[in-house]
């Protein structure tokens, strides 16, 4: 299929797996991430697979930088971008801790990243955007479950939840549709980074019992960026091998 789609948080992760998973021949991946050398390994793998690709170092809680960055990935899709993933997030390296403890500092670090970061990404790439074109936003199934001692992590995927529905509105009217996915718990190297015990975490409470990888929530996005969703638009799709049911 050949589309311009970006990806931010690329370099790594699940983000990678998009990438990957968008690479049909002809088609362009941007890969975008502030851990450049991540994306220009996830470019290198792109290509591989027969994809034109770009590594674009942003930062995604500046608006100069995604604007820098929109326009760098639009020149390169040939005056267009077809389809934003917006991945991008602190994860791992967030302190869990009672809600009554969080360092404000870094709740306010988070909602940069996480949710910020995708509105400013949206921002940017909004002109850029062709009809018929989509978004799709990385949420969380924390948001479901109510995750204790993360609100910080959990309030901010709920805000994306939120984000999402505001723009499937406003940029339908452009034939543009927007969609979340709420992944349940998967195995990257930062879900390892945060507890040792990944492997088997949570495994016996969801339908499927065994561990997500991060291919496991590739199809959602390709399903929500591609035709087969064309009339699926401010919805939240979980993946999560049947642990929450919405
Ligand atoms: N892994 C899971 O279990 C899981 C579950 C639900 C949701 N998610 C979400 O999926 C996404 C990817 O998670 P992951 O496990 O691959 O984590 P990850 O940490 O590997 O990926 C996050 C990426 O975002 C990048 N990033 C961080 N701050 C940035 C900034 N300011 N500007 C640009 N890039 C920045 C990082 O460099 C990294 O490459 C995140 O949105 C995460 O919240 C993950």
């Known amino acids: ?26 088609a362009r991946v941007a890969v975008v991430d ?12 792109v290509r591989e697979r027969g ?12 608006l100069e930088s995604t604007e820098a960055m929109a326009a760098e990935v639009a020149a390169f899709g040939g ?40 509105w400013l990404c949206a921002r940017a790439c909004s002109p850029h955007l062709r009809e018929g074109g989509a978004v799709v936003n990385i949420s969380s199934a924390t948001v479901l479950s109510g995750s204790e001692q993360w609100m910080h992590y959990v309030a901010s995927k709920g805000g994306v939840i939120g984000l999402t529905r505001v723009m499937a509105k406003e940029l339908g009217r452009r034939g543009i549709r927007v969609n979340a996915i709420a992944p349940g718990f998967t195995l990257t190297e930062a ?10 975490y949570g495994v ?4 499927l019992k065994r561990p997500s990888q991060p291919e496991d929530v590739v199809g959602a996005a390709r399903f929500l960026a591609g035709p087969d969703s064309s009339y699926i638009s401010g919805q939240t799709l979980v993946v999560d091998g049947g642990r929450q049911f919405i």
């Open 1 to 26: 299929m050949t589309r311009t789609v970006l990806i931010t948080g690329g370099a790594g992760g699940l983000g990678r797996a998009f990438a990957l998973g968008f690479a049909d021949p002809g």
């Open 34 to 45: 502030v851990n450049v050398a991540g994306a220009e390994e996830t470019a290198a793998l």
């Open 51 to 62: 994809a034109q690709a770009l590594a674009v170092e942003v930062d995604v809680t500046s």
């Open 79 to 118: 005056g267009g971008i077809d389809v934003l993933v917006n991945n991008a997030a602190i994860y791992a390296g967030i302190t869990r801790s009672p809600f009554e403890q969080i360092d404000p500092a870094e709740w306010d670090r988070v909602m940069a990243v996480n949710l910020k970061g995708p």
């Open 191 to 200: 879900s390892y980074a945060l507890m040792e015990d990944a492997a088997s």
């Open 204 to 207: 016996d409470r969801a339908a």
